[in-house]
C-alpha cells in the first residue's frame, strides 16, 4: 500500500551559465543557459521519501515556468499519493484541465511545461516507493494501470483505450529477454555535444576525435546560421568521422520552407541521415513540403526540440499527444521523438508511445539539454522492452553536459544507455549544485552578476 499525504511543494530557478562557453548553442538559440524549474515534494509518511521532478528551459522564462507550477500547486498539496496513482487519469485531468489556467494553454506552453514538472516528481516518488527504477516500475505495471494513467481524451479516433491495452498485452511477450538484453548491452545513442554551432573548428575536431576513440557511431551537428560556414563544418565532421558513420543535421526553426529546401539540398553531398527543426515546429504542412522535396535525396526533416521525427520528417516540436497524432495520421511521420520534459510527463508520453506502435513509426527521444538524458532514458527502455520489441532505426540523444549535479547520473557504455538501477526517476538533483546554481542567489549566479558577466 502507497502511503503518505502530499504536505509541500517547493519549486526552485536553477539556471547553469552554459552560454559562457557556447554548450548548447544554435543557430536560434545563441546564447543558452541550460536551465530548470526543479520540483520537490514531501510527505508526511514515516519513510521520508521525497519526490524530485523538472522540466528544461534555456534561462530567461524559467522564472515563468515556476510561477507556473505555484499556481498549479493547490491541485497537489493534501492529496493523498495512493489516491493519485489509483486514478492517475483524474490527477493528470485535474492539471491539465485547471479552467482558469487552461486559458493560457491548453496543455501547451509554459503551463505545460509545469505540469511535466509536477508530474515528473509524482513519479519519482512512486517509483522511489516501489524501490524500483521508473522504467522496471512501468515495465511490471500491469497493462490496465498503465492504460489507467492515460488520458485518451482527443486521440480516440487514432488510438482507443482498448487498442492500447491489447499492445501492451502483446508487449508482454519476450518481454524478459528484452529486458536482459538492456541490462547486458544497453539501448543505442547518438551524440549532439561534439558540434554546438559555437564551437571553434578545433574543438570540433577534439570532440570527434574523442567521441569516435569512445564507439560513437552517430553524431549530430548544428546548422543553419551560415551557409558556407554549414558546408566547411559539414566538410570537417564529414571528414572526421568517415563515410559510413551517420551524421544528422539541426537547424533549430531557422528557415522558411523553400529556404529549408534550397539549403540542405547544398548540404547533401556529406550524406545526413535527417535535417532536424528546419521551419517553424507548427508548420505541419511546410513539414510535408520539405519532406517531399528532400525525399529523392534519401534525407529526412526534422522540425521542432520538443518531441517528434518525420519520413522525410523528423519531428519534435509536438506541444502534446494532439499534434503527435496528427503528424502519425498524416502519415508525416518516419521517427518519431518523445520529450520528458514537453509533453505531460509519463501519461502523455505512454499515450504517444502506443500510437507510434500502432502507426509503426520508431521512437528516437530527444535529449538535449538539463536533465532529459537522466529522464527519458527510463521511458525508451519501457518502449522498447514492452511496446515497440525493436531497435531497428532506433536511438536516443545524449548530450554530455551538467549530468555532475544529479545524484544518479546516466551512464554511457560503449555508445549505448545502461539501464539505471537506482529506485525512482533519476530527477534528484544534489543539494549543493542547487543551492550554488538557483537564479538569482546562488554563489555562482552572484560571481558572475558582480563580474559584470551576466546581467541580474
Given at each position: 500500500?502507497?502511503?503518505g499525504?502530499?504536505?509541500?511543494?517547493?519549486?526552485?530557478?536553477?539556471?547553469?551559465?552554459?552560454?559562457?562557453?557556447?554548450?548548447?548553442?544554435?543557430?536560434?538559440?545563441?546564447?543558452?543557459?541550460?536551465?530548470?524549474?526543479?520540483?520537490?515534494?514531501e510527505?508526511?509518511?514515516a519513510?521520508?521519501?521525497?519526490?524530485?521532478?523538472?522540466?528544461?528551459?534555456?534561462?530567461?522564462?524559467?522564472?515563468?515556468?515556476?510561477?507556473?507550477?505555484?499556481a498549479?500547486?493547490?491541485?497537489?498539496?493534501?492529496?493523498?499519493?495512493?489516491?493519485?496513482?489509483?486514478?492517475?487519469?483524474d490527477?493528470?485531468?485535474?492539471?491539465?484541465s485547471?479552467?482558469?489556467?487552461?486559458w493560457?494553454?491548453?496543455?501547451?506552453?509554459a503551463?505545460?511545461l509545469?505540469?511535466?514538472?509536477v508530474?515528473?516528481?509524482?513519479?519519482?516518488?512512486w517509483?522511489?516507493?516501489?524501490?524500483?527504477?521508473?522504467w522496471?516500475?512501468?515495465?511490471?505495471m500491469?497493462?490496465?494501470?498503465l492504460?489507467?494513467?492515460?488520458?485518451?481524451?482527443?486521440?480516440?479516433?487514432?488510438?482507443?483505450?482498448?487498442?492500447?491495452?491489447?499492445?501492451?498485452q502483446?508487449?508482454?511477450q519476450?518481454?524478459?529477454?528484452r529486458?536482459?538484453?538492456?541490462?547486458r548491452?544497453?539501448y543505442p545513442a547518438?551524440?549532439?555535444?561534439?558540434?554546438?554551432?559555437?564551437?571553434?573548428d578545433e574543438?570540433?575536431?577534439?570532440?570527434?576525435s574523442?567521441?569516435?576513440k569512445?564507439?560513437?557511431?552517430?553524431?549530430?551537428?548544428?546548422?543553419?546560421?551560415?551557409?558556407?560556414?554549414?558546408i566547411r563544418?559539414c566538410?570537417l565532421?564529414?571528414?572526421m568521422?568517415?563515410?559510413?558513420?551517420?551524421?544528422?543535421?539541426d537547424?533549430?526553426?531557422?528557415?522558411?520552407?523553400?529556404?529549408?529546401?534550397s539549403?540542405?539540398?547544398?548540404?547533401?553531398?556529406?550524406?545526413?541521415?535527417?535535417?532536424?527543426?528546419p521551419?517553424?515546429?507548427?508548420d505541419?504542412?511546410?513539414?510535408?513540403t520539405?519532406?517531399?522535396?528532400?525525399?529523392?535525396?534519401?534525407i529526412?526533416?526534422?522540425t521542432?526540440?520538443?518531441?517528434?521525427?518525420?519520413?522525410?520528417t523528423?519531428k519534435?516540436?509536438?506541444?502534446?499527444?494532439?499534434?503527435?497524432?496528427?503528424?502519425?495520421?498524416?502519415?508525416?511521420?518516419?521517427y518519431?521523438?518523445?520529450?520528458?520534459c514537453?509533453?505531460?510527463?509519463?501519461?502523455?508520453?505512454?499515450?504517444v508511445?502506443?500510437?507510434?506502435?500502432?502507426f509503426?513509426?520508431?521512437v528516437?527521444?530527444?535529449?538535449g539539454g538539463?536533465?532529459?538524458?537522466e529522464?527519458v532514458?527510463?521511458?525508451?527502455?519501457?518502449?522498447?522492452?514492452?511496446?515497440?520489441?525493436?531497435?531497428d532505426?532506433?536511438?536516443?540523444?545524449?548530450?554530455?553536459?551538467?549530468?555532475?549535479?544529479f545524484?544518479?547520473?546516466?551512464?554511457?557504455?560503449?555508445?549505448?544507455?545502461?539501464?539505471p538501477?537506482d529506485?525512482?526517476?533519476?530527477?534528484?538533483?544534489?543539494?549543493?549544485?542547487?543551492l550554488?546554481?538557483?537564479?538569482p542567489d546562488?554563489?555562482?549566479?552572484?560571481?558572475?552578476i558582480?563580474?559584470?558577466?551576466?546581467?541580474a
Amino acid at each position: 500500500m502507497i502511503t503518505g499525504t502530499i504536505t509541500s511543494l517547493h519549486v526552485t530557478d536553477v539556471r547553469f551559465p552554459t552560454s559562457l562557453d557556447q554548450h548548447g548553442s544554435d543557430a536560434m538559440h545563441t546564447d543558452p543557459d541550460y536551465s530548470a524549474a526543479y520540483i520537490v515534494i514531501e510527505t508526511d509518511a514515516a519513510d521520508g521519501l521525497k519526490g524530485h521532478g523538472l522540466t528544461f528551459t534555456l534561462g530567461k522564462g524559467t522564472e515563468i515556468v515556476v510561477c507556473a507550477v505555484r499556481a498549479l500547486s493547490r491541485h497537489v498539496i493534501g492529496k493523498a499519493l495512493g489516491d493519485i496513482v489509483n486514478n492517475f487519469r483524474d490527477f493528470y485531468r485535474q492539471l491539465t484541465s485547471d479552467g482558469q489556467l487552461r486559458w493560457i494553454g491548453p496543455e501547451k506552453g509554459a503551463v505545460q511545461l509545469a505540469t511535466a514538472a509536477v508530474l515528473n516528481a509524482v513519479w519519482d516518488l512512486w517509483a522511489k516507493k516501489e524501490k524500483k527504477p521508473l522504467w522496471k516500475l512501468l515495465v511490471d505495471m500491469d497493462p490496465h494501470q498503465l492504460v489507467s494513467c492515460i488520458d485518451f481524451r482527443y486521440i480516440t479516433d487514432a488510438l482507443t483505450e482498448e487498442e492500447a491495452l491489447e499492445i501492451l498485452q502483446n508487449g508482454k511477450q519476450g518481454q524478459r529477454d528484452r529486458e536482459e538484453h538492456m541490462l547486458r548491452s544497453g539501448y543505442p545513442a547518438y551524440t549532439t555535444s561534439c558540434a554546438w554551432l559555437g564551437y571553434s573548428d578545433e574543438q570540433l575536431k577534439k570532440l570527434c576525435s574523442d567521441a569516435l576513440k569512445e564507439g560513437w557511431t552517430r553524431f549530430k551537428v548544428k546548422v543553419g546560421a551560415d551557409l558556407k560556414d554549414d558546408i566547411r563544418r559539414c566538410e570537417l565532421i564529414r571528414g572526421m568521422i568517415g563515410p559510413d558513420n551517420i551524421m544528422m543535421l539541426d537547424a533549430n526553426q531557422r528557415w522558411d520552407v523553400q529556404e529549408a529546401i534550397s539549403w540542405v539540398k547544398d548540404l547533401a553531398k556529406y550524406k545526413p541521415l535527417w535535417i532536424e527543426e528546419p521551419t517553424s515546429p507548427d508548420d505541419i504542412l511546410g513539414h510535408a513540403t520539405i519532406s517531399k522535396a528532400l525525399s529523392p535525396l534519401n534525407i529526412g526533416v526534422a522540425t521542432g526540440e520538443q518531441s517528434c521525427i518525420s519520413a522525410s520528417t523528423h519531428k519534435e516540436g509536438c506541444h502534446n499527444r494532439v499534434m503527435f497524432k496528427q503528424f502519425l495520421q498524416a502519415n508525416a511521420l518516419q521517427y518519431l521523438q518523445i520529450d520528458s520534459c514537453r509533453l505531460g510527463s509519463v501519461n502523455e508520453n505512454l499515450s504517444v508511445l502506443l500510437m507510434s506502435k500502432k502507426f509503426n513509426v520508431p521512437v528516437c527521444p530527444h535529449a538535449g539539454g538539463v536533465g532529459l538524458c537522466e529522464l527519458v532514458q527510463h521511458l525508451i527502455l519501457f518502449d522498447y522492452i514492452s511496446v515497440s520489441g525493436s531497435l531497428d532505426n532506433r536511438m536516443c540523444e545524449y548530450v554530455d553536459h551538467l549530468h555532475e549535479h544529479f545524484m544518479y547520473p546516466v551512464i554511457i557504455s560503449r555508445a549505448a544507455y545502461m539501464p539505471p538501477k537506482d529506485p525512482g526517476y533519476s530527477t534528484e538533483m544534489k543539494d549543493e549544485s542547487v543551492l550554488q546554481y538557483q537564479f538569482p542567489d546562488g554563489e555562482i549566479w552572484q560571481k558572475l552578476i558582480l563580474e559584470k558577466k551576466v546581467e541580474a
